[in-house]
């Protein structure tokens, strides 16, 4: 492969958006930031210049970083942040890897405004799996707050409460028309009647799962995650934070404006819900300058029907065929909770439901973020930011599902920590990811940096291993996973790249409540299986 250069400028720029001025952090003063283009097996390096006060790291997501760990990018992970007035040059290739990624930043709630979307061809030569389309498109969900996201950030923590609703729904930035001072504040799309167009659509929202529609227009799935999957069509589509879909659309309606629509999913009950959404035009070339647009229809706020069903529809394109044994089973469970106030948490104001706190944590383990990098500790061998002793299963099983809603405990004591689970190279994994989460009013998008794996089941309730069904033939292959409400997952990857990888609901908030871990995968024999020296100018803490 080729290598592809590129320069982040980290800055503030000012951005007028909903009757409302303030500054943003952006990369090269641009929203969303500048698009990475690359072909498979291709060098990307990213040299990132910190103009602002704030700490910056940027991760690449969806790209496994093969080998080259140190360029991952989540803060106190695998680095420490680039500080004002620093640099630090990301270099990594795209080994075996096509499709739609993004990147963003990955420390404190940078990333609200610090993303972009990042494109990798196939192979010179290589088509696509499906017919050529006519013309290819970005679509990126975001969210935007008219305060300062800092602020929100710092005023959210300290009040032990949910974060505050965006205020608008954007689509590559735009709110669209549904939004105050917002009319020609809107993406628009012109399509030649009759071609087909890919659309890549990136969720790089903080905290909410979106829904995705066009009027009128079918919607094909042909990729989820970066990864090829059977054709699937439906007229909604829903993506988590972190997740992307590519999706073909035929221009095959009466010439006009139609709206693509995105709206958010939440199940259950919901504080501070706006009835909006953002809109863009799918605009045919020819229609009359001032036609009216058609409205798409979107699910309703809570239809997890529409979620399944998307869900059921992604099957990896070739067959996988995995094997029925796994050397490590691992069973963790999601939990998102409201804790009682403690005298040793102060500094929190106990807003949250009945005046307590909420918490998260993934086996009763509260992730603690540690002060220096996780990566760097382990492979310079110092002691004391973390341990090894992630659970392999919860330490204690809150069952929500059976137990009756008055047996809930409202203190589901966690502990806090900086734990670790170390993986044997090459060692087949297996986790069952089970929400037992009292606060449930959406799915978790657990993320896991490093690999992708295949999502072999999932299901509503509690994991049975009596009922599961598995689907070992064509699963889906995903970096992302919602795992559905008071439900669970199953998903299966090989251990197969040395290195610190963290695992992580891709909600903000939810991240920044603990819910998180980290997997240590040891080095393999030789240099093809081992971890490389850090890079010299890797950002000190
Ligand atoms: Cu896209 Cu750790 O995240």
Known sequence: GSTRFYDFKVQTKRVSKLCNTKDIVTINGMYPGPVVYAQEDDRIIVNVTNRTPYNVTIHW???????????????????????AGQSFTYNFTVTKQKGTFFWHAHVSWLRGTVYGAMIVYPRAGLPYPFKTPYEEHII????????????I???????????????????????????????????????????TYLLRLINAG???????????????????????????????????PGQSLNILVTADQPVGKYSMAVAPYKNGRI????????????????AAEYSLYLPAKLP???????????????????????????DENLFITIGLNVQKCHSKTPKINCQAFNKGVLSASMNNITFVQPRISILEAYYKKINGSYTEDFPDAPVKFYDFVNGAPNNMPYDTESLKGTRTKVLEYGSKVQIILQDTGTVNTEN????????SFYVIGYGTGNYDTRTAQFNLVDPPCMNTIGVPVGGWAAIRFVADNPGVWYMHCHMEIHLSWGLGMVFIVKNGKGELESLPNPPPDLPQC
């Open 444 to 451: 978790h998008p657990i993320h896991l940096h490093g690999y």
């Open 300 to 326: 309703k706020l809570d239809d997890g029907l529409a979620v399944k069903t998307v869900m059921d529809g992604l099957r990896s394109l070739n067959q996988v065929n995995l094997l029925k044994e796994t």
């Open 61 to 83: 997501h969806g790209v496994r970083q093969r080998l080259s760990c140190w360029y991952d990018g989540p803060s106190y992970i695998t680095q420490c942040p680039i500080q």
């Open 140 to 151: 990126i969900l975001g969210e935007y707050w008219m305060k300062d996201l800092v602020e």
């Open 271 to 286: 504080v501070n819900y706006q009835n909006t959404s953002a809109i863009a035009y799918f605009h045919y070339i020819g």
């Open 153 to 195: 950030e710092n005023a959210t923590l300290a009040s032990g409460g949910p974060p505050p609703t965006a205020d608008a729904y954007t689509i590559n930035g735009h709110p669209g028309p549904n939004y105050n001072c917002s009319t020609n504040d809107v993406h628009q799309i012109d399509v030649v009647p009759g071609k």
């Open 206 to 240: 903080l905290n909410t799962e979106n829904f995705f529609a066009i009027a009128n227009h079918n919607l094909t799935i042909v990729e989820a995650d970066a990864e090829y999957t059977k054709p699937f069509t439906t007229t909604v589509v829903m993506l988590g």
